[in-house]
């Protein structure tokens, strides 16, 4: 079995044409012929799949946190993670610079080529058979994923709270500041006019302690 | 034949469930159980067709020309100009407000509300029958793209020419202004020590001038 052979089989799917795997394969750095027209199309090939999977997935998701959600598995860390398990590193093919300076393990060419691939498959069979080798290769992070994190960070959800109600943005004070300079911890209150007065959060900075005052009005307000 | 046989009609395709042509016409204005979802994923699958038909059309066009004509395509404007020709506004549901402020002809509920039409057949029958409904109803915008209006604007391009050969950029210098204060006339020379010293431009603004010395520029260097 020849290497592209191997990769194939990891795939899940063997190109007709040998040559399209190729330029799926190849960095710009190394010639003309390069995955980049290919990784356009599958990059709105992998949106669409992705879109649709998430659609179905979370019926009561709205638009804003389905988008959220799909840029939490479309962006280049999780690709290149995607990548990574299918041992994509392995068969770049690079130009001398690239090859000296790394790229066959960089997030960026990664995903790049994950990409690619994606768009040689849609351009050999069709929507049907990339988006079912999309759902084989995304299964664990498409599992990972709940509707929980498309939440906004607790001191915007606090604020939006209160201004939907026409209530004043709450104050955050620094009320205790323990510890030596590289080891603080950081007390802050959360105050507001129709906030209880015992509303603390602690952290490591100033904003984490906030962040954590605003989680504690979350839960008092039965919004957490 | 009822309001909505017709829009089918003009759309070519009939959905077997009413309930989902509805939900891509209704705004959110109007109810929960609005298009914001299918738009979601109608957004998308209107990307891949659109890649795939640049991709398939525009053999030598590379990845920044193929995403700058897309990007001419499913822009909002282009959109409703398409929704416009399918009278997709004689058919929005839309609450009280929106009706009365003339949502209706609104560019971005139009487009909006396309997206989910094309969001609801990909629902119904998958990727096909949904490209080829996007290949009829965009077959003028599409027929209309040409690779040259990809092309950088003149003094882009005059500058990334001229920084390859290492040379100076050039300078544009306001040679003369005609004309009262709401109708002049600028002229403008662009000048290099690679240039030849005639070449001016004329407009109704310094930019529109300076763009025009810098066409006069490529014409003279053969690039345009």
Not at 25 to 39: C, D, F, I, M, V
Not at 75 to 86: N, P, Y
Not at 95 to 108: A, V
Not at 202 to 221: D, H, P, Y
Request: proline content about 3%; some cysteine; charged content about 25%.
């Amino acid at each position: 079995m020849n290497p592209l052979e191997h990769l194939e089989r990891r795939l899940g799917y063997s190109f007709n044409d040998q040559g399209l795997l190729t330029r799926a394969l190849t960095h710009r750095s190394q010639g003309a012929k390069n995955y980049e027209r290919l990784e356009f199309l599958g990059d709105a090939l992998l949106g669409v799949v992705i879109a649709e999977t998430l659609y179905k997935k979370f019926e009561t998701a709205n638009e804003g946190q389905l988008s959220r959600l799909r840029s939490s598995i479309v962006r280049k860390e999780t690709l290149a993670r995607v990548a990574r398990a299918l041992n994509l590193g392995e068969h770049l093919l690079l130009g001398p610079g690239e090859l000296k300076s790394g790229g066959f393990n960089r997030d960026s060419i990664l995903s790049d080529v994950l990409e690619a691939i994606i768009g040689g498959i849609y351009l050999e069979v069709g929507h049907d058979v990339a988006a079912a080798r999309i759902a084989d290769w995304f299964a664990t992070e498409l599992a990972s994923l709940s509707l929980s994190q498309t939440q906004k960070d607790p001191k915007t959800r606090l604020q939006e709270y209160l201004q939907a109600r026409a209530l004043a943005p709450p104050e955050y004070k620094v009320i205790n500041v323990e510890g030596k300079s590289h080891d603080q911890i950081f007390t802050v209150q959360c105050c507001g006019s129709e906030l209880p007065p015992d509303l603390i959060g602690e952290g490591a900075s100033r904003k984490i302690a906030e962040q954590n005052a605003a989680t504690a009005a979350l839960k008092i307000l039965q919004l957490d």
